[in-house]
């Protein structure tokens, strides 16, 4: 079983700047593969980035260049760095791991573990 914690969240104006920590314990390693999704109200959650055990990074189009998604493995801890925020990415942020062998890292069915969310939004 594993836990996550995310943190990080709040109002920030447009073009600002947040990083959301996300502290894994339990039966985790340094080669899981972490993600980030979004919900925003009234729409499906959606991928936004995932670190995978080598270090390899992905990003959804609508943020690549902007955020970075990065991992202490000493701290069991996976960051995203939110920078030139926009209305748009107004969401709660999940941060998962546990990706099911063989699954796309960019599905929200393909992770077992999540977090309970944090608030990002972002005031024009």
């Known amino acids: 079983q594993v836990q996550l914690v995310e943190s990080g969240g709040g109002l920030v104006q447009a073009g600002g700047s947040l990083r959301l920590p996300c502290a894994a314990s339990?039966?985790?390693?340094?080669?899981?593969?972490m993600g980030w999704f979004r919900q925003a109200p009234g729409k499906e959650r959606e991928f936004v980035s995932v670190?995978?055990?080598?270090?390899?990074?992905y990003y959804a189009d609508s943020v690549k260049g902007r955020f970075t998604i990065s991992r202490d493995n000493a701290k069991n801890t996976v960051y995203l760095q939110m920078n030139s925020l926009k209305p748009e990415d107004t969401a709660v942020y999940y941060c998962?791991?546990?990706?099911?062998?063989?699954?796309?890292?960019?599905?929200?069915?393909?992770?077992?573990?999540w977090g309970q969310g944090t608030q990002v939004t972002v005031s024009s």
């Open positions: 998962a791991t546990d990706l099911m062998y063989g699954s796309s890292w960019a599905l929200v069915s393909s992770f077992r573990s």
């Open positions: 339990g039966r985790t390693t340094s080669s899981s593969a």
């Open positions: 670190i995978r055990g080598f270090g390899n990074t």
